[in-house]
């Protein structure tokens, strides 16, 4: 079983950056993508970006193509989110995924471990 902690939200100017991270323990995640979804209030939870197992393919929503970028740390077990330019309709709860194939891809029904989220909040 897999356990995922992000860290790193908080609150933020517009255009200003922040970086959550996920913290991947229990069974490995170095054989799978990971990805980062997230869910402002009142709306589902849409994917925001994707990272393959060994870091070399990436994969990004429309809207935070650009100004987003996702990256695996040490090991391939943390994955971060470089998050510029913010603006207020990026908030939301940010939820680290691992996913249960080896390539990234845009839907929530490929993976298998989510964590607790982490709140990230715009202001204007």
């Known amino acids: 079983q897999v356990q995922l902690v992000e860290s790193g939200g908080g609150l933020v100017q517009a255009g200003g950056p922040l970086r959550p991270s996920c913290v991947a323990s229990?069974?490995?995640?170095?054989?799978?993508?990971m990805a980062w979804f997230r869910q402002a209030p009142g709306k589902e939870r849409e994917f925001v970006a994707a990272?393959?197992?060994?870091?070399?393919?990436?994969v990004y929503s429309d809207s935070v193509k650009g100004r987003f970028t996702i990256s695996r740390g040490y090991a391939a077990t943390t994955v971060s989110l470089q998050m510029n330019s913010l603006e207020p309709e990026d908030t939301a709860v940010y939820y680290c995924?691992?996913?249960?194939?080896?390539?990234?891809?845009?839907?929530?029904?490929?993976?298998?471990?989510w964590g607790q989220g982490t709140q990230v909040t715009v202001s204007s």
């Open positions: 990272i393959s197992w060994n870091g070399g393919s990436t």
């Open positions: 229990g069974r490995t995640l170095t054989n799978n993508a």
């Open positions: 995924a691992g996913g249960r194939r080896a390539y990234p891809t845009k839907s929530s029904n490929e993976y298998t471990s």
